[in-house]
């Protein structure tokens, strides 16, 4: 079994940044996928960005060129670097873990990006 502990969210002026942090413990495998999702209200949640343990990353067209996803595989800790932030990055950002078939999910970190 997977826990997951999210940080870094909350409210920032459109134009401005924030780092989100998801740190993985627990049964985890050398080949895995971290990732980002968002769920805004009235809307489904969506991927933001996903990296494999082997460093490839995804990006959903909202958000390429302005966020950035990284892992540090040693601490089993994912990051996600938003700049630019518009309000409609306005959501509920979860972290996802999947490996071997299964997926595990953080409780969910609010970013309201307003001015």
């Known amino acids: 079994q997977v826990q997951l502990v999210e940080s870094g969210g909350g409210l920032v002026q459109p134009g401005g940044s924030l780092r989100l942090s998801c740190a993985a413990s627990g049964a985890i495998f050398s080949i895995n996928v971290m990732g980002w999702y968002r769920q805004a209200p009235g809307n489904q949640r969506e991927l933001v960005a996903s990296?494999?343990?082997?460093?490839?990353?995804n990006y959903a067209d909202s958000v390429k060129g302005r966020f950035t996803i990284s892992r540090d595989n040693a601490k089993n800790t994912v990051y996600l670097q938003m700049n630019s932030l518009k309000p409609e990055d306005t959501a509920v950002y979860y972290c996802?873990?999947?490996?071997?078939?299964?997926?595990?999910w953080g409780r969910g970190i609010q970013v309201t990006v307003s001015s």
């Open positions: 990296i494999i343990s082997g460093g490839h990353s």
């Open positions: 996802n873990f999947f490996q071997n078939g299964m997926s595990t």
